[in-house]
């Protein structure tokens, strides 16, 4: 008898884990899509705002890619910069927004201030794709982004950890 109520209790904590991890699965793609849209739309405003055309705005959630196309102005600085400052401060924004009535409803507009700092952090840290660019035509050292992408990476975890209750990952 003790042991068919264990086995239905690790039964129960399994299906439940499974249910969290799809969950879990379920809502990358969709954060992920509003990271890309915000990120090349930062870099399409940026290039409107300098009078230039944008003839293609592409973001494609299952491919992981997008680009604002033509860049105007591939030797400005805050071309390149305008897309990670959109997506930060735009999900910082929903982030503030949505924090007092957060549930599993606005999980993903939640959830994405924090996995935008992860994935900003990382390529930050990395010193890859727009980041690279601005060493390039700057000169800064890439410790700057490095420690930026750190603390990002940092308080992006710190974010996924905290909102676990909501996903039901919580450790009881």
Not at 124 to 148: A, E, H, K, Y
Request: aromatic share 16%; hydrophobic share 60%; net charge positive.
């Amino acid at each position: 008898m003790n042991a068919q109520r264990g086995g239905q209790k690790a039964f129960r904590a399994y299906s439940s884990m499974l249910r969290s991890t799809f969950l879990l699965f379920l809502l990358a793609f969709p954060v992920y899509f509003m990271f890309l849209v915000f990120h090349e739309g930062g870099h399409a405003l940026h290039t409107l705002a300098m009078g230039g055309p944008v003839s293609m705005f592409y973001v494609h959630p299952f491919s992981m890619a997008g680009y604002a196309l033509p860049p105007f102005d591939w030797e400005n600085v805050w071309f390149h910069a305008a897309g990670a400052a959109m997506v930060l401060l735009v999900s910082l924004l929903i982030f503030i927004l949505c924090w007092r009535h957060r549930s599993v409803s606005l999980l993903p507009l939640v959830l994405f201030f924090p996995w935008a700092a992860i994935v900003q952090g990382f390529v930050m840290l990395m010193v890859m794709d727009d980041f690279n660019n601005i060493v390039q035509l700057t000169g800064l050292s890439p410790i700057v982004f490095q420690v930026t992408g750190l603390i990002l990476v940092v308080a992006g975890i710190f974010g996924c950890v905290y909102l676990f209750r909501l996903r039901g990952l919580a450790p009881r």
